[in-house]
Each structure stands twice: as C-alpha cells, then as structure tokens.
C-alpha cells in the first residue's frame, strides 16, 4: 500500500462519479424522448457500482482497501409514464403516448450527491498531497 | 539517557505514521464506494488500540513460541484489525459511508498525521543539535 495506491482509489472513486453525472445528463436530456434505436421510449440509464479489492495478497489491511468500479450501465426496469395525447405521432390506438420513465426531480437530487461525492473524493486528494509533502519534510529544517 | 538516538520511541513515531496513512487509505477507500451497494465503512480504531496498548504495558503478554500461531490479545498493533461499520436499518442500499463523517475523519487523521511528524522532526532537531556540539 503507497501514497500511489491511495491515489489510485481516489481516481477510480472521481471516474464513476463522472460515469453518473454521463447518465444523470444522458437522463435529463431524454427525459421526453420517445423514439430510440431498440424502439419505444427512452429507458433510464443507471451505473452499476461495484467494491474491486485492490490487492488480493497484501496485508489484512492492505485487502480492505477497495476501487470502485462501474461494472456496466443498466436501463431501469420502470414502466414508462403512460400520457393520453392523441395528436402525437407516436400516441398508440388509445391515445396514450409511452414517455420515459424518467423523472427529472429524482435526476436533479441524484445530479447533487454525485457532485457532494466528487467533491469529498477531489478533497482527499489534496490532503493524500499534503500527507505526502509533510512526510518528506521530517527531519529537513 | 544512553540510548537517545535509538530508543522505541522513533520507532513508535514511524509505526504511528504508518497507521494514520493506513486510515487514509480507507478514508480514500470509503469515499471513492460512497455509492456501491452493500459497501461497510472501513476504520482503524485507534482509540482501542491505544487501549489495548495501555492495557498491555500493566499484563503479561502471550508468548509465540511459532509465528504462525494467534498472537492473542495483547498482541503488536502496528497490523491492527479494521473495523467495518454496520449500515443503519433505513440506508436502503445498505451502504454504511457517510460522507460527512468521512470528512471530518479526513481532515482529524491529517492532523494527526502533521502533529506526530512534527513531533519526529523535532526530535531529529535535537539530535542534530547534540550531535553538532550545540553551535546549532
């Protein structure tokens, strides 16, 4: 375990928080589209995090250090938001058009916690930096 | 007096170091899976160490007679156990980081970190002054 393997955490804890902002964007962003590639309306985008231990044969310690890691990106298994809007082009035989099931509230509060977290990960950076800078700096004057 | 330069206490220092960049390895640990399912908060707790320490300089200590076998209870803390932190009963994902405690342990272990190598710098002060016939 080194200053670089604790840098190393930190920066994959930065990366997923960057993959979910991507989603929390590719989210709101869709939040009312109803036509995609697979057909039918856009589905939520939701990382998939995962604990990666980092050294499988350190130290007790050592295997209690974990990365973070986004194991894949999943569509939320919601059931669209069902609208009545009969003049919309893609408004089925009753009427009902299929929007996402999005809800762009939920995405707001999700958009700060990854921003809270990215912070608090951007912060121990700076402080791994200056435990480094003091441990050089025993014994010089 | 005779054994100044190499008593336990640099040594003790250096092991004190070792532990607070150890804990700031989990704190780094915690927050970069502030997010993963079913994560438990990961701590040293020093304020047990340093009970078991206390406690050990007044007992007697299990002899290893093999270095493989179970040091016992007053064993060495410098490879201690970590301890993980249950999640509450309403963190849905049952993820037991939180945040704002992460950073308050941050910011309390990074002063400990500066106190002790303060404190081995200025020991490394009065050696140098005693070794340089205290013209400096």
Same mark, same amino acid.
């Given at each position: 375990?080194?200053?670089?393997d604790t840098l190393e955490i930190t920066a994959s804890g ?40 980092n ?10 250090l974990a990365k973070v ?52 990960n951007?912060?121990v ?17 | ?24 390895s989990l704190?780094a640990t915690?927050l970069a899976n ?93 050696? !140098? ?6 013209? !400096?």
């Amino acid at each position: 375990m080194s200053i670089l393997d604790t840098l190393e955490i930190t920066a994959s804890g930065l990366t997923a928080q960057r993959l979910r902002l991507q989603t929390v964007a590719s989210n709101m962003a869709n939040a009312r589209t109803t036509r995609t590639d697979e057909g039918g309306p856009y589905k939520r985008q939701m990382p998939v995090m995962e604990a990666v231990n980092n050294d499988q044969f350190g130290s007790a310690l050592d295997q209690q250090l974990a990365k973070v890691e986004v194991v894949r990106i999943e569509e939320s298994t919601e059931p669209p938001v069902m609208v009545h809007d009969p003049g919309h082009p893609d408004a089925n035989e009753e009427g009902y058009v299929a929007y996402p099931n999005v809800n762009v509230l939920e995405e707001m509060v999700d958009l700060m916690t990854t921003s809270r977290t990215f912070e608090a990960n951007a912060n121990v950076i700076e402080v791994t930096e200056l435990m480094a800078t003091q441990a050089l700096e025993i014994g010089g004057r | 007096m005779s054994n100044f330069m190499f008593d336990g206490l640099h040594h003790g220092l250096g092991k004190v170091l070792d532990l607070r960049m150890s804990q700031h390895s989990l704190t780094a640990t915690n927050l970069a899976n502030a997010d993963t399912p079913g994560f438990k908060a990961k701590v040293i707790p020093f304020d047990r160490i340093l009970a078991e320490v206390v406690d050990r300089s007044q007992t007697l200590t299990m002899r290893q007679t093999r270095e493989g076998h179970l040091p016992g209870l007053n064993a060495d803390p410098s490879d201690p156990q970590v301890d993980e932190i249950e999640a509450p009963p309403w963190a849905a994902d049952g993820n037991s980081v939180v945040a704002e405690r992460e950073a308050v342990r941050l910011k309390e272990n990074s002063t400990m970190f500066t106190g002790v190598s303060r404190g081995l710098s200025r020991r490394l002060a009065m050696m !140098r002054f005693a070794a340089s016939d205290g013209t !400096r």
